[in-house]
């Protein structure tokens, strides 16, 4: 999954940069509020976390403009304002959640991937397909009971294709999603990592369960219908 975070402090950003990335988030990071409007009009992020108090165009300016725009994406606003009013009006000009510095990694996290499983339509932290079932809050998946390993990305992309199972995820939704706009992504790149899973997901006993449909991209399901 892919987010944006807008904030200034460079401290901050390398906290976060490590700790999200480490957790399988493709990032993409800008400090200034302006350019921060600019990615969010441009890209579909799964999750956008923002300051107030930015250089440029401010948080709450940045999210009214978001949402005047007709983008939905979810905002998460992480802010040093902390009074009732601050928040209150965060959540009225379109914020999905407010988190106030100082804060602690594994709640931002943990709402993070709350908005991310909203963004999909479930509150279930377990996602299942056929016998492979995903854990999105611990970040683990098992095939029949026994748990599999797979690398930050692979896990990311995995969680990606479940949330939209059944249906087809072409290259390039692959590419917005999993991948930061910094990383250099070829169709070779995308090939290799779904050959890996699949791999890893076949040899633990659930075959056939990522499928490649030629030309179009690649489908999670239990079954053919």
């Known amino acids: 999954m892919r987010i944006l975070l807008v904030e200034d402090s460079e401290r901050l950003q390398r906290f976060l940069g490590i700790g999200l ?3 399988g988030y493709a990032l993409d990071v800008v400090g200034d509020g302006s350019e921060g409007l600019r990615w969010a009009m441009a890209c ?3 999750v ?3 300051d107030l108090m930015l250089p440029g165009t401010d948080g709450l300016t940045l999210l009214t403009r978001l949402r005047d725009a007709g ?7 992480l802010t040093a304002k902390d009074t009732v ?3 209150v009006r965060g959540l009225q000009v379109g914020a999905d959640d407010y988190l106030v510095k100082p804060f602690a990694f594994d709640e931002l996290l943990a709402r993070v991937q709350a908005l991310i499983r909203r963004r999909h339509t479930t509150k279930n932290p377990y996602v299942s397909v056929g016998e492979l079932v995903i854990d999105t809050t611990a970040k683990t998946i098992s095939v029949g009971g026994a748990e599999v390993s797979l690398t930050p990305r692979q896990y990311a992309l995995l969680e990606y294709l479940a949330y939209q199972q059944g249906a087809v995820v072409s290259r ?8 930061a706009d910094s990383e250099d992504v ?4 995308i090939d290799s990592a779904i050959c890996a899973l699949r791999r890893k997901i076949d040899q633990a006993g659930s075959t056939s369960l990522i499928q490649t449909r030629r030309g179009l991209g690649y489908i999670l399901q239990a079954s053919d219908p």
């Open 172 to 179: 390039a939704d692959i590419e917005r999603h999993i991948y």
């Open 44 to 46: 579909d992020y799964d």
């Open 186 to 189: 070829s169709s070779n790149v």
């Open 85 to 87: 009013e601050d928040r």
């Open 21 to 23: 990335r480490e957790a």
């Open 48 to 50: 956008i976390i923002l």
């Open 71 to 77: 983008k939905n994406t979810h905002v998460l606003i």
